[in-house]
C-alpha cells in the first residue's frame, strides 16, 4: 500500500527558511507527478508546486521565487525548499503523488492525485 509521510513543518519566524519532505512508501512516482497543496485556517486548499518526469517543474506564481521543488529518487522523497516565509504562508501543507501523467492544467487540482499525505503545519510568526 502506497503512503505518502510530510514532514519538516514547525514554527518559524518571518524571513526564515524551512525544508518540507514528502517521503513515499510502497511506491515509486519517480516517473510520475508529486505536488504539494497548501490550506490555511478558514481558507480553500491551493496549489504550490508539483515536479513530474523526473525534472520539470510548475509553480503557483505568487511563490515562483520564494519557493523551489525538488526530488531524490534514491529516497523516494520530494523536497519543498521554502525561502523568505511570510505569514501569509501559514497553513498545512501536504503531498499528493500520481504514476499518471496528464496535462499540466490538471495537476494543479487536488482531484488529479491518486495518493494523498496527512499533511505538516508550517506556522509563520513573530
Known amino acids: 500500500q502506497v503512503q505518502l509521510e510530510e514532514t519538516g513543518g514547525r514554527l518559524v519566524q518571518p524571513g526564515d527558511s524551512l525544508r518540507l519532505a514528502c517521503t513515499a512508501s510502497?511506491?515509486?512516482?519517480?516517473?510520475?507527478?508529486v505536488a504539494w497543496f497548501r490550506q490555511a485556517p478558514g481558507k480553500e486548499r491551493e496549489f504550490v508546486a508539483l515536479?513530474?518526469?523526473?525534472?520539470?517543474?510548475s509553480y503557483e506564481n505568487r511563490l515562483k521565487g520564494r519557493f523551489t521543488i525538488s526530488r531524490d529518487n534514491a529516497k523516494n522523497t520530494v523536497y519543498l525548499q521554502m525561502n523568505n516565509l511570510e505569514p501569509e504562508d501559514t497553513a498545512v501543507y501536504s503531498c499528493?503523488?500520481?504514476?499518471?501523467?496528464?496535462?499540466?492544467?490538471?495537476?494543479?487540482?487536488?482531484?488529479?492525485?491518486?495518493?494523498w499525505g496527512q499533511g505538516t503545519q508550517v506556522t509563520v510568526s513573530s
Open positions: 499528493s503523488a500520481t504514476t499518471k501523467n496528464p496535462p499540466l492544467s490538471v495537476l494543479w487540482t487536488y482531484s488529479a492525485y491518486d495518493y
Open positions: 510502497g511506491g515509486s512516482f519517480a516517473d510520475g507527478a
Open positions: 515536479i513530474r518526469r523526473r525534472t520539470s517543474t
